[in-house]
């Protein structure tokens, strides 16, 4: 709980269009300015369908907005003898 | 601090003055009735049907109250509104909410098949199902802060 291992750089894509504000990103995605914040400080992954939204507000590709830190998750493996 | 926070810590403050004052109505205020009756199970039927009817429309006309203040204060329309961060937010914290209640209801049957008076089951089940619920208010709050 808490931080999850998906960063992301909102705040800067944010920044370059033109300063826009986490009310008019939750606005223009469909959702409230918290579940934005949440995602900026890391502590809610979205599902992809909002990932998508926002990448297609901000016209870049997925992932370039949203980065996978492989190293910090520690998930556990399924046993292979289950297959 | 936002909408569904305050809603929560309304919730838990509603709940605590509607059970609180039921309480007191049935057990202080009428004790020399309701009291001598407490071991029969047809008294106890009568308290929890009046208690939902009791607790649901108080409930009813307190969210809508409490609508009314928020937009008078914030003036902002829409308020309601729930996204996927607070529908997830809401079932994480009702389902700890109600896995508190099924371990208070299953702990109810122990004083019954002990041969404890039926009170105690009653007690147990109601206190469990009202701390229950302000348990789950309490860990959307929690949710909120710490995130999912």
Redesign the interface.
């Given at each position: 709980?808490?931080?999850?291992h998906i960063n992301n750089n909102i705040r800067t894509l944010r920044f370059h269009k033109g300063e826009m504000t986490q009310q008019t990103l939750a606005d223009e995605v469909?959702?409230?300015r918290?579940?934005i914040v949440?995602i900026e400080?890391?502590?809610?992954s979205?599902?992809l369908e909002?990932a998508f939204r926002i990448a297609g507000i901000f016209e870049v590709p997925l992932t370039e907005i949203f980065t996978y830190n492989s190293a910090e998750d520690k998930f556990k493996k399924r046993n292979q003898n289950l297959r | 601090m936002s909408i569904q926070e305050k809603k929560a810590i309304f919730n838990i403050l509603t709940s605590v003055l509607i059970m609180g004052g039921y309480v007191y109505y049935t057990f202080v205020m009428h004790a020399a009735e309701n009291m001598p009756r407490i071991d029969d199970i047809q008294f106890w039927g009568e308290f929890t049907l009046t208690m939902m009817i009791v607790t649901i429309i108080l409930k009813i006309i307190s969210l809508i109250v409490f609508a009314i203040i928020n937009a008078i204060i914030t003036k902002k329309k829409d308020e309601d509104f729930m996204d996927e961060y607070d529908k997830k937010i809401e079932m994480k914290s009702d389902r700890n909410g109600h896995f508190f209640f099924i371990a208070g209801f299953i702990c109810s049957m122990i004083p019954i098949a002990m041969g404890e008076p039926v009170y105690y089951m009653f007690i147990i089940m109601l206190s469990s199902g009202f701390i229950g619920g302000t348990l789950g208010d309490l860990w959307k709050i929690y949710y909120y802060r710490r995130g999912i």
């Open positions: 709980m808490g931080q999850t469909g959702v409230t918290q579940t949440a400080k890391g502590k809610y979205p599902t909002l | -």
